[in-house]
């Protein structure tokens, strides 16, 4: 196949991170992948990895609807004439509807979809107008039920509507060896008797450090040797720094900073919590921390309970609710019942949520449009005179 994908930047975010695995592995099965971004953030261009002449293009769009960027979005379309165009998220899904129609292109539209409820009032007021876009899109794929189900019920949906679960790497996000472990523990400052609670992600307001910060301090209220390590950067980290100096915990909370490679970060963890206050739609980070062997403790956001079983592999507590947070993290500080359910959070990301079991299934699929075009256009031919 020929295919082209669309997103609206290559920010670090988790839908520009699906779209590029998506890309790579799809290329690695030999199919002719290009790319396209809209916006000039080239946080991630690196990770991609253009083959069989595949090209990777920047729209340089300098304002929400550039014409200028749509116009070269359609003239590349009728150059590369893929056989379907994938857009992720409704951002990109315009832009690729609009430069397709522009283009007079009949190549099948297929959009994933990454977000469960908009955070704000011009958010929801978007998702008006994006919705026709979402209509006459011959796919949308959801990344779990409970998102699917949501949105179809406030009347978004595609000519065909599919889920397909976020996957990682099996080989790429495996549990690190005990002795290593040992040592980024000692590097990091971290006691092997410390209960250490990881979170990744970007230091911003709806990722609600600040209640893994407090839940840490209530821990330590019960005599528990709590600590947090908080992987990443961002506008939160002063407020952060205040809170744990207010709570006197500064001292057990240690912020990594931006980190290119988190798996030494996760690796020295004892759990992972996600605080989300904002829905976490199918958190990708949540499934590495389990592909890593750690249990997950997560707000009961998204589709957190269609990959978190409680008191097997992690558990869910209220968003919003430090109370419930600590008492989850305090039922872990028994070393053998985090390392049970570490386990078997690893095996649940082997039997349901692999990379290479998502690949299949959005390859099949693009099979299947890229197919049924080629029938559209069959029938569209004049038939031969005999």
């Not at 020929?2 to 920010?11: A, E, M, R, Y």
């Not at 744990?244 to 900073?257: F, M, P, T």
């Not at 082997?350 to 075009?373: D, G, N």
Request: proline content about 4%; overall charge positive.
């Amino acid at each position: 196949m020929k295919l082209l994908f669309i997103t609206g930047s290559l920010v670090h975010g988790g839908a520009e991170r699906h779209s590029i695995t998506l890309y790579n592995r799809l290329a690695e099965r030999g199919h002719e992948c290009h790319a396209v971004y809209v916006k000039n953030d080239p946080s991630q261009l690196e990770r991609l990895r253009p083959r069989n002449d595949g090209r990777v293009r920047c729209l340089h769009a300098r304002r929400y609807l550039d014409l200028r960027s749509l116009g070269e979005l359609a003239a590349l379309m009728r150059a590369l004439a893929p056989g379907v165009l994938i857009a992720a998220n409704p951002y990109a899904l315009m832009y690729a509807a609009l430069a397709r129609r522009l283009a007079a292109f009949a190549a099948p539209l297929m959009v994933t979809f990454h977000t469960t409820r908009p955070g704000s009032t011009k958010e929801w007021l978007q998702m008006l107008y994006y919705r026709p876009f979402f209509w006459r899109a011959e796919c949308g794929v959801f990344v779990c039920e409970t998102q699917r189900r949501y949105w179809l019920r406030r009347g978004l949906w595609s000519r065909r509507s599919e889920t397909i679960y976020n996957g990682v790497d099996l080989e790429h996000w495996r549990p690190a060896a005990p002795a290593e472990r040992r040592r980024l523990r000692a590097v990091l400052g971290f006691a092997e008797h410390d209960l250490v609670t990881g979170m990744c992600a970007v230091l911003r307001p709806e990722k609600n450090h600040l209640q893994l910060v407090e839940a840490i301090a209530a821990l330590r209220r019960r005599g528990l040797p709590a600590k947090a390590l908080l992987i990443g950067d961002g506008v939160m980290r002063r407020a952060i720094e205040a809170r744990a100096h207010a709570l006197g915990v500064s001292d057990a909370v240690l912020i990594s900073g931006f980190q290119q490679d988190v798996r030494p970060m996760v690796a020295v963890c004892d759990a992972v919590a996600l605080c989300s206050t904002a829905v976490e739609t199918f958190s990708l980070a949540a499934l590495e921390a389990m592909a890593l062997g750690k249990p997950v403790v997560h707000s009961r956001t998204g589709g957190a309970a269609e990959m978190v079983r409680p008191g097997r592999n992690g558990f869910l507590f209220p968003v919003g609710d430090t109370r419930a947070l600590a008492d989850k993290l305090a039922l872990l500080a028994e070393r053998e019942t985090r390392e049970r359910m570490g386990a078997r959070a690893r095996e649940v990301v082997e039997s349901e949520f692999a990379e290479s079991t998502m690949v299949e299934r959005y390859e099949q699929l693009l099979l299947q449009l890229e197919s049924s075009r080629s029938r559209r256009e069959d029938l569209r031919k004049p038939a031969r005179a005999h």
